[in-house]
Nanobody, 119 residues
Framework: QVQLRESGGGLVQAGGSLRLSCTASFSRVNIYTMGWYRQAPGKQRELVAD??????DYSDSVKGRFTISRDDAANTVYLEMNSLKPEDTAVYYCVFQPHNGPLRGRDYWGQGTQVTVSS
Protein backbone atom coordinates (compact mmCIF):
# COMPACT_ATOMS: atom_id res chain seq x y z
CA GLN A 1 0.00 0.00 0.00
CA VAL A 2 0.95 3.64 -0.41
CA GLN A 3 0.43 6.48 2.01
CA LEU A 4 1.05 10.10 1.09
CA ARG A 5 1.37 12.82 3.70
CA GLU A 6 1.15 16.40 2.47
CA SER A 7 1.91 19.62 4.27
CA GLY A 8 2.61 23.27 3.64
CA GLY A 9 -0.58 24.76 2.26
CA GLY A 10 -2.09 27.95 3.59
CA LEU A 11 -3.10 31.52 2.93
CA VAL A 12 -0.65 33.94 1.36
CA GLN A 13 -0.82 37.32 -0.32
CA ALA A 14 -0.19 37.70 -4.03
CA GLY A 15 3.52 37.79 -4.71
CA GLY A 16 4.27 35.62 -1.73
CA SER A 17 5.71 32.14 -1.46
CA LEU A 18 4.76 28.76 -0.07
CA ARG A 19 6.47 25.40 0.03
CA LEU A 20 4.53 22.15 -0.19
CA SER A 21 5.92 18.82 0.93
CA CYS A 22 4.71 15.30 0.32
CA THR A 23 6.23 12.21 1.90
CA ALA A 24 5.36 8.80 0.52
CA SER A 25 5.35 5.53 2.41
CA PHE A 26 5.61 2.47 0.18
CA SER A 27 7.50 -0.72 -0.39
CA ARG A 28 8.85 -2.76 -3.29
CA VAL A 29 9.07 0.22 -5.63
CA ASN A 30 12.25 1.96 -6.73
CA ILE A 31 11.24 3.56 -10.02
CA TYR A 32 8.52 6.15 -9.71
CA THR A 33 7.31 9.60 -10.63
CA MET A 34 6.10 12.06 -8.04
CA GLY A 35 4.30 15.26 -8.73
CA TRP A 36 1.66 17.80 -7.92
CA TYR A 37 -1.74 18.45 -9.41
CA ARG A 38 -4.21 21.13 -8.44
CA GLN A 39 -7.94 21.64 -8.68
CA ALA A 40 -9.65 24.98 -8.41
CA PRO A 41 -13.40 25.27 -7.71
CA GLY A 42 -15.41 24.43 -10.81
CA LYS A 43 -12.34 23.34 -12.75
CA GLN A 44 -10.75 20.05 -13.67
CA ARG A 45 -7.71 18.75 -11.88
CA GLU A 46 -4.57 19.79 -13.73
CA LEU A 47 -0.91 18.89 -13.63
CA VAL A 48 1.29 21.48 -11.97
CA ALA A 49 4.65 19.72 -12.07
CA ASP A 50 6.18 16.29 -11.83
CA UNK A 51 9.64 14.83 -11.57
CA UNK A 52 11.17 11.53 -12.69
CA UNK A 53 14.77 10.43 -13.00
CA UNK A 54 15.97 13.98 -12.40
CA UNK A 55 13.77 15.53 -15.06
CA UNK A 56 11.11 18.03 -14.02
CA ASP A 57 8.15 19.06 -16.14
CA TYR A 58 5.93 22.05 -15.46
CA SER A 59 2.66 23.40 -16.72
CA ASP A 60 3.09 26.60 -18.68
CA SER A 61 1.15 28.53 -16.06
CA VAL A 62 3.78 27.93 -13.36
CA LYS A 63 7.04 27.81 -15.32
CA GLY A 64 9.58 30.20 -13.89
CA ARG A 65 7.66 30.58 -10.62
CA PHE A 66 7.42 27.05 -9.19
CA THR A 67 10.21 24.56 -8.60
CA ILE A 68 9.71 20.87 -7.95
CA SER A 69 12.40 18.82 -6.26
CA ARG A 70 12.72 15.41 -4.77
CA ASP A 71 14.64 13.72 -1.97
CA ASP A 72 14.64 10.02 -2.75
CA ALA A 73 16.30 9.10 0.53
CA ALA A 74 13.30 10.61 2.31
CA ASN A 75 10.70 9.60 -0.32
CA THR A 76 9.68 13.24 -0.37
CA VAL A 77 8.75 15.66 -3.11
CA TYR A 78 8.66 19.42 -2.66
CA LEU A 79 6.99 22.22 -4.54
CA GLU A 80 8.48 25.65 -4.01
CA MET A 81 5.93 28.23 -5.14
CA ASN A 82 7.06 31.81 -5.66
CA SER A 83 5.40 34.90 -7.08
CA LEU A 84 2.04 33.40 -6.25
CA LYS A 85 -1.03 34.75 -8.01
CA PRO A 86 -4.71 34.59 -7.04
CA GLU A 87 -5.24 32.17 -9.93
CA ASP A 88 -2.94 29.71 -8.18
CA THR A 89 -5.64 29.25 -5.55
CA ALA A 90 -6.63 25.59 -5.51
CA VAL A 91 -6.41 22.34 -3.62
CA TYR A 92 -3.01 20.86 -4.40
CA TYR A 93 -2.68 17.09 -4.57
CA CYS A 94 0.45 15.03 -4.39
CA VAL A 95 0.62 12.06 -6.75
CA PHE A 96 2.81 8.95 -6.63
CA GLN A 97 3.17 6.93 -9.84
CA PRO A 98 5.10 3.68 -9.45
CA HIS A 99 6.70 2.21 -12.57
CA ASN A 100 7.81 -1.16 -11.20
CA GLY A 101 6.80 -3.66 -8.59
CA PRO A 102 3.37 -4.84 -7.54
CA LEU A 103 2.07 -1.28 -7.04
CA ARG A 104 2.52 -0.22 -10.65
CA GLY A 105 -0.44 0.41 -12.93
CA ARG A 106 -2.25 3.09 -10.98
CA ASP A 107 -1.71 6.49 -9.46
CA TYR A 108 -1.85 7.15 -5.73
CA TRP A 109 -3.12 10.46 -4.42
CA GLY A 110 -2.70 12.50 -1.30
CA GLN A 111 -5.64 14.00 0.52
CA GLY A 112 -4.93 17.49 -0.82
CA THR A 113 -3.79 20.71 0.77
CA GLN A 114 -5.47 24.07 0.27
CA VAL A 115 -3.49 26.97 -1.16
CA THR A 116 -5.23 30.34 -1.14
CA VAL A 117 -3.66 33.43 -2.64
CA SER A 118 -5.31 36.74 -1.80
CA SER A 119 -5.10 39.75 -4.07
Amino acid sequence: QVQLRESGGGLVQAGGSLRLSCTASFSRVNIYTMGWYRQAPGKQRELVADIFNGRADYSDSVKGRFTISRDDAANTVYLEMNSLKPEDTAVYYCVFQPHNGPLRGRDYWGQGTQVTVSS
